[in-house]
Structure formats: structure tokens, C-alpha cells
């Protein structure tokens, strides 16, 4: 079971912490196509939301993947 910290998910919308407890719990980094067919997302969604969680320091890209 993930325990996130809610403090740090107030500021957050419910695609935004769907998209990160997705990664989180995955337990290693995630393609945009993953996380998209995980959390059903649209894949633009998907991107504008790994962007925006990208610069609040959420979560870090590397080589084409998300990881907390």
C-alpha cells in the first residue's frame, strides 16, 4: 500500500494526484503511455500534467519516463 503524504497533495487536482500515485506506487519510473493506460487518461492530459507536476517538483523525466 502507498502512503502519500496528503499535506503535499492539497494543492493538487484529482488527475494530478491520480497521475502521481500511479507513478508512486509503480515503484520504478513510467513511460506517458503508461501512466495514460493506467490512469485513463487522454494523453495530452497526461502530458500537461507531468509537465506541471514536473515543475512543481513532483516528480522528475528522465530518458522518456516519470519517477518520483
Known sequence: KVAVNEKLLDGLDS?????LIQIKSS???L???KITELT???P????QIL???????FVQEAG?????
Open 15 to 19: 488527475a494530478e494526484k491520480s497521475v
Open 40 to 42: 485513463k487518461l487522454e
Open 64 to 68: 522518456g519516463s516519470y519517477t518520483i
Open 51 to 57: 509537465a506541471s507536476l514536473t515543475i512543481k517538483g
Open 44 to 47: 495530452q492530459k497526461v502530458n
Open 31 to 33: 513511460s506517458v503511455d
Open 27 to 29: 515503484g520504478t519510473s
